[in-house]
């Protein structure tokens, strides 16, 4: 199923993107942070680099659901630094969402 769910995050469709998302972070808070630090942050870490904007904000989307489920020390290691990065991109709308995904995901790192 992971495999797919995975797929699942580049489709064309937004509805299947965000689909994929709930059901990652559902995965993620049901095996646990170190899961989903192993078998799919890799993944979406990936699209941060996507030459589509929609799947960079799929990335974003993905990042801010996960954030929670792996912890302040993963998210401060692993999530900040690619948003950092994203908060430089060429689409404005991207870099929109970066200043939203901030707020959600500073509330994980402050609570260490």
Same mark, same amino acid.
């Given at each position: 199923?992971?495999?797919?769910?995975?797929?699942?995050?580049?489709?064309?469709?937004?509805?299947?993107?965000?689909?994929?998302?709930?059901?990652?972070?559902? *995965? $993620?808070?049901?095996? +646990?942070? #170190?899961?989903?630090? %192993?078998?799919?942050? =890799?993944?979406?870490?990936? &699209? @941060?680099? /996507?030459?589509?904007?929609?799947?960079?904000?799929?990335?974003?989307?993905?990042?801010?659901? *996960? $954030?929670?489920?792996? +912890?302040? #020390?993963?998210?401060? %290691?692993?999530?900040? =630094?690619?948003?950092?990065? &994203? @908060?430089? /991109?060429?689409?404005?709308?991207?870099?929109?969402?970066?200043?939203?995904?901030?707020?959600?995901?500073?509330?994980?790192?402050?609570?260490?």
């Amino acid at each position: 199923m992971l495999p797919l769910c995975l797929n699942w995050l580049c489709d064309h469709v937004y509805a299947i993107r965000e689909a994929a998302t709930a059901i990652l972070t559902e *995965l $993620a808070k049901k095996f +646990g942070g #170190e899961w989903a630090t %192993k078998n799919v942050m =890799p993944k979406v870490l990936a &699209l @941060s680099k /996507d030459l589509n904007y929609l799947h960079r904000l799929t990335c974003l989307f993905c990042l801010n659901s *996960l $954030a929670e489920a792996v +912890g302040p #020390e993963q998210t401060a %290691k692993e999530i900040i =630094p690619v948003i950092k990065e &994203l @908060s430089e /991109d060429n689409v404005p709308n991207v870099r929109f969402n970066v200043a939203k995904s901030l707020l959600k995901i500073g509330k994980v790192v402050d609570s260490r």
